[in-house]
């Protein structure tokens, strides 16, 4: 299966401290995305990373990409209470079907 | 711009109907997206449409559809509803194609069939 896979599954840290995510997937992708849904709402798009990248920035968010290890991890600096969410990695194929596949995602609370 | 919108929020049908959800995708996006998303199997593709048509479709039964219309607002249907089908379904546009751009997200139809 292409979907990714996040780990851990919840994570929980205080205020102020950094949040590390990671993202497995098993397939050649064309690019990786990450989602943030806040409870039972809609996802909200936080970084693309094509395949031929390896890091990128977007604020307090940083996004690497090993295509050799089929990974990618989120780091998110000086966590505040609103970072509380769930973080969902998302891969799109090279080939076939354009459709985006994501993990279970990671439950991310940050405690005050 | 104004963000995706889907109505209803909220609905709840009985085992046997069938539902019509809504989705009217960003200002100049041509490409829809449906995903359902329960505890149990997390975020599972729908379909995509187009420009008017299905270009992509994910492992669900027939009972599951949609269409696009020229302004590109998108409904999706399912019909003979079965608990299990109780979701939330969230919609997805994007300038081009869902690969290869970020989607933007609706807020999602929550959808309880008793």
């Known amino acids: 299966s292409q979907q990714g896979e996040e780990d851990p599954q919840a994570l929980s840290i205080q205020e102020g401290e950094n949040a590390t995510m990671n993202c497995s997937y098993k397939?050649?992708?064309?690019?990786l995305q990450w989602y943030r849904q806040n409870s039972g709402r809609g996802l909200v798009h936080l970084i693309l990373?094509?395949?031929?990248?390896r890091e990128k920035h977007s604020g307090r968010l940083r996004v690497t990409l090993d295509t050799s290890k089929k990974s990618s991890s989120l780091l998110i600096t000086a966590s505040r209470a609103a970072d509380t969410a769930s973080y969902f990695c998302?891969?799109?194929?090279?080939?076939?079907?354009?459709?985006?596949?994501f993990g279970q995602g990671t439950r991310l609370t940050i405690n005050p | 711009k104004a963000g995706v919108t889907q109505t209803p929020r909220y609905l709840i049908k009985t085992r046997g109907q069938q539902v019509t959800l809504s989705c009217s995708p960003i200002?100049?996006?041509?490409?829809v997206s449906w995903y359902q998303q329960t505890p149990g199997q997390g975020l599972q593709f729908l379909f995509e449409y187009f420009s008017e048509t299905q270009r992509n479709k994910g492992n669900f039964p027939g009972r599951f559809s949609g269409r696009q219309f020229s302004n590109s607002r998108s409904e999706m249907n399912v019909s003979t509803l079965e608990l299990g089908d109780s979701a939330l379904y969230l919609c997805?546009?994007?300038?081009?194609?869902?690969?290869?751009?970020?989607?933007?997200f609706g807020p999602g139809t929550r959808l309880t069939v008793t």
């Open positions: 397939t050649s992708i064309n690019n």
């Open positions: 997805a546009s994007s300038l081009q194609g869902t690969g290869s751009y970020e989607q933007y």
């Open positions: 990373i094509r395949s031929n990248e």
């Open positions: 998302a891969t799109a194929r090279i080939q076939g079907a354009q459709k985006l596949a």
């Open positions: 200002s100049g996006h041509r490409s």
